[in-house]
């Protein structure tokens, strides 16, 4: 069965196939496909933006589609960037160019009042009015300056309660255990389970 994860960003993809890996699917990218239209995920939740391009992928392709919409929400900056987390800054900044924009606009908000949350939705489309949308969440806080080279966004101002390493220093193994990616997609991979086997059975 393919699995096409609606989503052109190299990092993310290698991630998801990583997490889906023990999964009898073939994951697949847009960058698979050609005429796929762009998305623009303009809805005011996750829920709303995760949907809108599940839906519209599926629609352009006819494949089962995983799409997934994150953020980083920042306690001091009342939920920001939140949902606006991709764009946060204006169109056409880097990554880093983000990250150094968030530090830039909590700098003078003290370490024990640094606290996030990453956050992520994940939704799975496919015919006969297949739906289902999970969610996972990591708590963390925001360090004062970028560590690490691994990852992608926020990873590395991003500091888990767990760990005493950023997403971006952590080993993929560990982040993907505890992410809010990896904790979405464990519930997406339960719900897959279910739904190969009962494709199976027909």
Known sequence: MDILVASRNPGKVAELKKLLGHLAVNVLSLDDFDGIPEVIEDGDTYEANVLKKARAVYEATGQIVLADDSGLEVDALRGLPGVRSARFGGEGLTDYERSMKLLDDIKEIPEEERGATFQCRLA???????????????????????????????????????????????????????????????????????????????
């Open 124 to 202: 799975i489309v496919g015919p006969g009015g297949l739906e289902k949308v999970v969610s996972g969440s990591c708590r963390g806080s925001i360090i004062q300056e970028p560590r690490g080279g691994s990852g992608f966004g926020y990873d590395p101002i991003f500091l888990p309660s767990e760990y005493n390493h950023t997403f971006a220093e952590l080993s993929p193994e560990i982040k993907n255990r505890i992410s809010h990616r990896g904790r979405a997609l464990e519930k997406a991979a339960l719900f897959l389970d279910g739904y190969i086997y009962s494709q199976m059975q027909k």
